[in-house]
């Protein structure tokens, strides 16, 4: 089946260290991007990649990394310096760098600093 | 300019009544309305969309309402069911981006 693969679900961190959470597609699509969720806010655009090697800060980036050394996946990295990670994360993917065509999400990753 | 804003923040409908969602938005470079649908626990998938070209999509019992002098759109449920119990986004794109409202989080009564 094609789709969107986040892991883990669930993510415990305790402060000070960093975490990687995964995201991985078999949809051959260009683009991915990564989300933060929290109550109240909607959807924060954290990283976003077009094509491999290349990826651009979103509207909340302090404090993450993210690399696109293969085009089926775009892992993302919550350092130390991202002072409140506890999160929902989502992952998207699309065919279009213009963005104007569907954006398939995967299922979550939930982080909680403890 | 990059915001779109979304009301109202909750929505309770009775069963078999129509559910209303609204959004602005700021940016005319917008050229691609989205409105995903997510239940817990889940990632967002994709509910109906809509160009700028035209004023009205319907798929089902949804509709998207889109006027572009006002720069504004809304999701119409007709007939609502439980089952449609989630919070609901809509979305906005430009050259690069999927700008999305802050949710509205609808319960259907039976």
């Known amino acids: 089946d094609g789709g969107i693969t986040q892991s883990p679900k669930y993510l415990f961190r305790k402060e000070g260290q960093n975490v990687t959470l995964s995201c991985e597609q078999n949809?051959?699509?260009?683009?991915m991007y990564w989300y933060r969720q929290d109550p109240g806010q909607g959807l924060r655009l954290i990283y976003y990649?077009?094509?491999?090697?290349?990826?651009q800060k979103g509207d909340i980036a302090e404090g993450y990394s993210v690399s696109r050394e293969k085009k089926e996946s775009f892992p993302l990295t919550v350092t130390s310096a991202q002072k409140n990670p506890t999160a929902f994360y989502l992952c998207a993917s699309s065919f279009s760098s213009g963005l104007n065509t569907e954006a398939f999400f995967g299922q979550g990753t939930r982080l909680t600093v403890v | 300019q990059q915001q779109v804003k979304q009301s109202p923040q909750s929505l309770i409908v009775q069963k078999g009544g129509i559910s209303i969602i609204n959004c602005a938005y700021e940016n005319t470079a917008f050229d691609y309305f989205p409105w995903y649908q997510q239940f817990p626990g889940k990632g967002p998938a994709l509910l109906i969309a809509i160009r700028p070209d035209v004023s009205e999509k319907k798929e089902g019992r949804f509709t998207i309402s889109f006027n572009k002098s006002a720069k504004q759109f809304s999701l119409h449920i007709m007939d609502s069911q439980p089952g449609d119990s989630a919070t609901y986004f809509c979305a906005a794109s430009g050259a690069d981006k999927l700008i999305f409202g802050t949710g509205t989080r609808l319960q259907v009564f039976p």
């Open positions: 990649s077009q094509i491999v090697n290349d990826f």
């Open positions: 949809l051959n699509h260009d683009a």
